[in-house]
């Protein structure tokens, strides 16, 4: 058992470039959310699904997108990566009670 | 809109002593509240849940208090230890469908032997 796994562990992003975060939980969890956290602070909503096939915009959605087709996997996508959106990535699970978080991913984008 | 404070952001003390952290949220209509623990580069671990209807939940040395009323929740760690060093996030859960978090910004604790 697993629990949540994010890859990459880090990137280093130019202006402009594209990339995916994955995320995988093997805990059969129906929420799945995708959080940043920037120097300093807590944690901010980025986009959650409550199951596959559905997903909605958190609190700062601009700058990236989302898709859930399975249980297991919610997928980060950045597009035209700017400075702005040099964090790190927290990707976790919700069970019955419970939030589980994945060890996340750092990015840098210069 | 939820909004979640922490205070104090940082905190030393040596080794031994029973230390308060503080969380207090605006909005007192939440579902549930969530401490966390953050060692620095890494991810996030669960420490202790509390429901809504709860007044506190303890697990081992740790004890964190929930009163909705006022919009506040407290960590208690008795007898610190250097391994206790690390950052404490409190994070409210919604009452909406997605249960989403939101968090404070977080006590950086340092225990000093």
């Known amino acids: 058992n697993a629990g949540v796994t994010q890859t990459p562990k880090f990137r280093i992003l130019k202006i402009g470039q594209s990339m995916t975060l994955q995320c995988t939980q093997d805990?059969?969890?129906?929420?799945m959310y995708w959080y940043r956290q920037d120097p300093g602070m807590g944690l901010k909503l980025i986009y959650y699904?409550?199951?596959?096939?559905?997903?909605d915009k958190g609190e700062v959605p601009n700058g990236y997108n989302v898709s859930r087709s399975t249980t297991e996997d919610f997928p980060l996508r950045l597009e035209l990566a700017a400075p702005s959106q040099t964090s790190v990535y927290f990707c976790g699970s919700r069970g019955q009670e419970t939030q589980y978080f994945g060890p996340g991913t750092r990015l840098l984008v210069l | 809109k939820q909004e979640v404070t922490q205070i104090p952001a940082a905190l030393s003390v040596p080794e031994g002593e029973n230390l308060v952290l503080n969380c207090s949220f605006t909005?007192?209509?939440?579902?549930?509240l969530q401490w966390f623990r953050q060692d620095p580069g890494k991810g996030l671990t669960s420490l202790l849940l509390?429901?809504?209807?709860?007044r506190e939940q303890t697990s081992g040395r740790l004890n964190a208090s929930l009163d909705k009323s006022s919009g506040r929740s407290t960590l208690y760690i008795a007898a610190s230890q250097p391994g206790d060093s690390a950052t404490y996030l409190c994070?409210?859960?919604?009452?909406?469908?997605?249960?989403?978090?939101?968090f404070g910004s977080g006590t950086q604790l340092t225990v000093l032997p």
């Open positions: 994070a409210v859960i919604s009452s909406g469908s997605a249960r989403q978090l939101t």
């Open positions: 909005d007192s209509a939440i579902y549930n």
């Open positions: 805990m059969n969890h129906n929420y």
């Open positions: 699904s409550v199951g596959a096939g559905i997903t």
């Open positions: 509390i429901q809504s209807s709860q």
